[in-house]
């Protein structure tokens, strides 16, 4: 069984700077080996497929998604709203400095501690474990998202699914473009301005 985390990638400024890595490493990570879950998150995928594509194939093809509403932070709440729309089973967790989202207030979302203390660490992916467990095995009477809390038809995925010729011709040469900016920024480092020969002098006003 797999999982998928949805959750800020990068730091806001109000965070230190790699606070959501570590929420991944020390509080989403554990609490999905506990359930014996292989869990990614989007910059985890290295496939060579347009990114887009693979996230969103996981958001919909994912046992379980664990999202993190910390921030409140727009991709999130957009791959959220996908899963929703398939009526798929998501667990919802948020720092307890994040204020509860109203459209969304009345889900069950699990709250931990953003100073990642060991104590509250251990609570919270104790907390998070139970929460992955029991919605992997719910009650008859569980919601997953709005759609069902709404009584309101899923979304459903055609059995045949096929993309055009062009369209994947596009995709391809984003994903190479992409590729390509990738290898460029890797092998171009910052020029030591201490290490410039005289005629190369920075000259400061």
């Not at 400095?97 to 979302?109: A, C, S, Y």
């Amino acid at each position: 069984m797999t999982a998928f985390a949805v959750m800020p990638i990068s730091d806001p400024p109000e965070y230190e700077s790699g606070h959501f890595q570590r929420v991944y490493d020390h509080l989403i990570k554990p609490a999905c080996i506990n359930v014996g879950l292989d869990v990614v998150r989007a910059d985890d995928i290295k496939s060579t497929n347009y990114i887009i594509l693979d996230i969103l194939n996981r958001i919909i093809s994912s046992s379980i998604v664990i999202c993190d509403l910390s921030s409140k932070n727009a991709n999130v709440f957009y791959e959220l709203g996908i899963r929703q729309a398939f009526d798929l089973p998501v667990v919802l967790v948020k720092d307890r400095k994040t204020d509860r989202v109203f459209d969304i207030q009345g889900l069950r979302t699990i709250d931990y501690d953003s100073s990642m203390r060991i104590d509250s660490v251990q609570r919270d992916v104790a907390n998070i474990t139970n929460a992955i467990r029991e919605t992997l095995t719910p009650a008859e009477a569980d919601v997953n998202s709005l759609v069902s809390l709404l009584g309101l038809q899923k979304a459903q995925l055609s059995n045949k699914s096929e993309i055009s010729a062009e369209t994947r011709l596009i995709m391809n040469s984003i994903s190479d473009l992409s590729q390509r900016i990738s290898q460029i920024e890797d092998q171009t480092a910052p020029l030591d301005p201490f290490s410039r020969s005289p005629s190369q002098k920075i000259i400061h006003f």
